[in-house]
């Protein structure tokens, strides 16, 4: 089974303002563990990017002015192609897929249904009622490490967020209890004869 898991970064926090996206950062899941594909574009975004978003991702309106819009064939077309029919992983989905869906429609295209993607964030909240649910959050309750993360990049998220997913699905039980299995078979086998 295949799956993206998929962050942004953007300019602030309303696409209803007119504000745009300025990365995205794709990791490719199969059986809930990474294939080490991935796909990662800086974005001019057409308009300038909000203090808050330059002090909280590093990102500034020189580091875009140069990147390709998002209606640019090696943006919006390598993207859809990365995702291809695939479900798509987001924490807080409902933020990345509004924004996803308002570049999409600039550009007269059909917009992903909210059934396409899994929240991380619902998934968490199922997992641990009553606790905290943002990625650091998650990262913390399951000992991934958040060092070298000053900053918040698409990709850097992303990858966090496929670490975090494994946990959400019972991943270190499964190889838990794979690797028990093995060791059992193994154990099984090389047991040697006691002589009658």
Excluded: W
């Excluded at 509004?98 to 964030?121: M, S």
């Amino acid at each position: 089974m295949r799956e993206i898991v998929f962050d942004t970064e953007t300019t602030g926090l309303d696409h209803k303002q007119g504000d745009r996206i300025v990365e995205v950062g794709c990791i490719e899941l199969v059986n809930y563990l990474p294939t080490g594909r991935q796909f990662q574009i800086y974005i001019n975004p057409g308009r300038p990017v909000s203090e808050a978003t330059v002090r909280v991702t590093g990102i500034t309106n020189e580091i875009l002015r140069s990147k390709p819009m998002f209606s640019h064939p090696d943006v919006v077309d390598r993207l859809m192609a990365f995702f291809g029919e695939d479900p798509i992983v987001a924490h807080n989905a409902e933020f990345d897929r509004a924004f996803l869906n308002a570049e999409l429609e600039l550009l007269g295209r059909a917009v992903l249904p909210r059934e396409r993607f899994i929240d991380t964030l619902v998934l968490a909240r199922e997992h641990r009622p009553g606790s905290p649910a943002s990625l650091d959050a998650v990262c913390k309750r399951f000992n991934i490490s958040i060092e070298g993360r000053e900053l918040h990049g698409a990709l850097k998220d992303a990858r966090l967020l496929a670490m975090a997913y494994l946990e959400l699905r019972g991943g270190r039980e499964r190889a838990f209890d794979f690797a028990s299995i093995n060791a059992i078979t193994t154990q099984a086998v090389h047991i040697p004869r006691t002589p009658r």
